[in-house]
Every structure is written in C-alpha cells, then in structure tokens.
C-alpha cells in the first residue's frame, strides 16, 4: 500500500501530523508512507522509521509554479489514500489534482468537496475541562483505516545529535527553559523567567533554547554563565530534540519546544498566554503540567495564533501568572 499524508504548516503541526504516519505504519507495515511538509522542517523528520519518502514545499518560491511542480511529480504515484492534515487553499489544490482510491481530510479545506470522506474540524469551547487535543483531530481522519487508540508523536533524535550535546560542559541536572515565541502575546514576560532562574539554579543547570532571532533576548536571563547556557540559535532542531530528552524539566510557552519535548517524552510545564488549552494544542509528555492565568478574562483567547502586542494593552493573561505555579509542577 501507499500513503500519503499531507502538513505544509508550521514546525509544531509537522511534529504532531507525524503521529499519522507512525500510526498508519503501525497498522501498515510493509505499506510506502510519504509525508509532504514545507521546506526548512525537514531536520526533525530526520531517522523516523514511519516516513519512506519526503516531499517539500518551498513556500519561498513562486506558490503556483512550487505547487505545479509538487503536483506533476506527485502524480507519478497512485496513492491508496492521500490524508491531508491541512485546512487550507495549497493541500487541497494539491489533494484534488492527484490520483489516489480514496482522499480523506478535513471540512474546512476550500477543496473539500472533492474529497471521498470529509472529517469536521472543530475546537473545544475555552473552558473545557477535556479539550480534544489536534493529534486526537489528526488521528480521526484515519480511524477507518485504523482504529480510535492515540498516537503520541515521535522524533527520533542521531547519535550524531546526542554526541553535539554532549560535547558542552553541562553539569547534570538541568532544566530547559524555551522563553521565545513567534508571537508576543504567547510569551511569558521576561522579568517572571527572571525570578524562575533566580529560583532554579542553586539546585539545576540551566539551558536557554531557541531560535538564532531569539539569542539577545535570552542573553539577558545569563547572570551566571558557569550555571546558565544560551543555546538559542546554536543548535539544530534535533540537536535542540537531543538536548531536550536527557533533560529533567522543560519550562516552555505554547511554542514549537512544547512539542519537540512531547516527542521526546521529556516532562514539561506549558505556560499559555493569549492562547488556550482547549485548541488542542497542549503537551503530550507522560508527565505534563500547564499553567495559565486562572482569573476570568473576557479578552481570552484573543486568537488561535496569537499577536504581535496585546490587544488590549494590558497583557493580564502573561502577567497574572505566578512564578510560584511554574515551580510547583517541577519533580524534585
């Protein structure tokens, strides 16, 4: 048999769509799975033994001549089924021109109507106690060719990536603490990851991650270099996966380390901000907290994604979390 599955979005929905592949080569083993995702996340993808053949979308090229191209050479393959993850214009244009015994994806995508079986998308109201998380979504696109048991996420990490690591002097324990986001309003203020390492770090190294855009930022929390490592733009997504496995605790906001380290099984404390748990995007570590302002907002979730600055100008949701909340989901 041959699949394909289809995420060109951002770096967490490719972490998270990987738990279709896993899943249907689970169920399928002898079966050709190709996962098409968007160029520059092709690192994390790197080892997994669910994915035979990958397919990049170049978003920095011309979309309708990079979509021409993916489509003519897509089409040299008859797929069993093509599973798009993806609700948007680019997937379902792709989905629609190729051939394949049955197309599944979700109800949203503008090409849903050419699809043989048409799943509903929808999110969790913002105080659900259970939300239904979006591998669970994913995972519902192919629950008739599989069944309804959960797949978590895995990245599969090179020995080459753990030797990287293990070439930096760091003294064992340590906690990860990822202070960055895309978005602005997603980000724990800065003065609270302050107080957080002022409160760690007799007892824990501490190591910074993120991207090469957030390496200034996160200069600033390094007060005691010989305890406190900045690795933000220093190593690759999977060195960053490496690096995250044999730590004790990661600290992140609702970002792309949440995910590498739901992947990696490290236990995890999500801070959410603007955004909520009930989209579905929370971690998945066996041993997970999160930890959110708790005071009634009417102005959250101010959007799925976040902004750039608070809506409001007051940014209650960051700023009303305690630093006290972080520490005591912390393993001692």
Same mark, same amino acid.
């Not at 799925?304 to 809506?311: A, D, E, Q, R, V």
């Given at each position: 048999?041959?699949?394909?599955?289809?995420?060109?979005?951002?770096?967490?929905?490719?972490?998270?769509?990987?738990?279709?592949?896993?899943?249907?080569?689970?169920?399928?083993?002898?079966?050709?799975?190709?996962?098409?995702?968007?160029?520059?996340?092709?690192?994390?993808?790197?080892?997994?033994?669910?994915?035979?053949?990958?397919?990049?979308?170049?978003?920095?090229?011309?979309?309708?001549?990079?979509?021409?191209?993916?489509?003519?050479?897509?089409?040299?393959?008859?797929?069993?089924?093509?599973?798009?993850?993806?609700?948007?214009?680019?997937?379902?244009?792709?989905?629609?021109?190729?051939?394949?015994?049955?197309?599944?994806?979700?109800?949203?995508?503008?090409?849903?109507? /050419?699809? @043989?079986?048409?799943?509903? *998308?929808?999110? $969790?109201?913002? +105080? %659900?106690?259970?939300?239904?998380?979006?591998?669970?979504?994913?995972?519902?696109?192919?629950?008739?060719?599989?069944?309804?048991?959960?797949?978590?996420?895995?990245?599969?990490?090179?020995?080459?990536?753990?030797?990287?690591?293990?070439?930096?002097?760091?003294?064992?324990?340590?906690?990860?603490?990822?202070?960055?986001?895309?978005?602005?309003?997603?980000?724990?203020?800065?003065?609270?990851?302050?107080?957080?390492?002022?409160?760690?770090?007799?007892?824990?190294?501490?190591?910074?991650?993120?991207?090469?855009?957030?390496?200034?930022?996160?200069?600033?929390?390094?007060?005691?270099?010989?305890?406190?490592?900045?690795?933000?733009?220093?190593?690759?997504?999977?060195?960053?996966?490496?690096?995250?496995?044999?730590?004790?605790?990661?600290? /992140?906001? @609702?970002?792309?380390?949440? *995910?590498?380290? $739901?992947?990696? +099984? %490290?236990?995890?404390?999500?801070?959410?901000?603007?955004?909520?748990?009930?989209?579905?995007?929370?971690?998945?570590?066996?041993?997970?907290?999160?930890?959110?302002?708790?005071?009634?907002?009417?102005?959250?979730?101010?959007?799925?994604?976040?902004?750039?600055?608070?809506?409001?100008?007051?940014?209650?949701?960051?700023?009303?979390?305690?630093?006290?909340?972080?520490?005591?989901?912390?393993?001692?």
């Amino acid at each position: 048999m041959r699949f394909l599955v289809l995420q060109p979005a951002f770096l967490g929905d490719v972490i998270l769509g990987m738990s279709v592949p896993q899943k249907l080569k689970r169920f399928y083993p002898q079966a050709n799975v190709h996962y098409l995702i968007r160029k520059g996340f092709e690192n994390v993808t790197a080892n997994h033994p669910a994915i035979d053949h990958l397919w990049l979308f170049d978003r920095k090229k011309p979309k309708y001549k990079e979509l021409y191209r993916l489509i003519t050479s897509l089409r040299q393959y008859e797929f069993d089924a093509i599973i798009n993850l993806h609700r948007f214009f680019s997937s379902g244009l792709i989905t629609t021109f190729l051939k394949a015994k049955e197309k599944v994806g979700y109800d949203k995508n503008p090409f849903a109507w /050419t699809y @043989d079986k048409v799943i509903p *998308h929808t999110f $969790s109201p913002p +105080n %659900t106690l259970h939300p239904i998380h979006e591998v669970q979504r994913y995972l519902q696109l192919i629950t008739h060719l599989t069944n309804d048991s959960f797949e978590r996420p895995r990245l599969y990490p090179s020995p080459q990536d753990f030797e990287k690591v293990a070439s930096y002097p760091i003294p064992q324990p340590y906690v990860i603490i990822a202070p960055a986001s895309l978005w602005a309003t997603k980000r724990l203020p800065i003065e609270k990851w302050k107080e957080l390492i002022n409160e760690l770090q007799d007892r824990f190294t501490i190591c910074l991650i993120g991207g090469e855009k957030d390496h200034a930022s996160a200069q600033t929390l390094v007060r005691t270099p010989k305890r406190i490592f900045n690795f933000c733009g220093e190593l690759t997504l999977m060195q960053s996966a490496a690096l995250i496995a044999n730590a004790h605790h990661i600290f /992140t906001n @609702d970002s792309a380390p949440m *995910h590498l380290a $739901s992947a990696v +099984n %490290t236990p995890t404390t999500a801070v959410f901000c603007s955004t909520v748990p009930a989209f579905g995007f929370g971690p998945l570590a066996e041993v997970s907290h999160i930890v959110e302002n708790t005071e009634p907002l009417s102005c959250r979730p101010c959007g799925l994604h976040g902004h750039h600055k608070c809506p409001q100008g007051h940014f209650q949701c960051g700023n009303g979390i305690q630093v006290c909340d972080l520490l005591a989901t912390l393993i001692s």
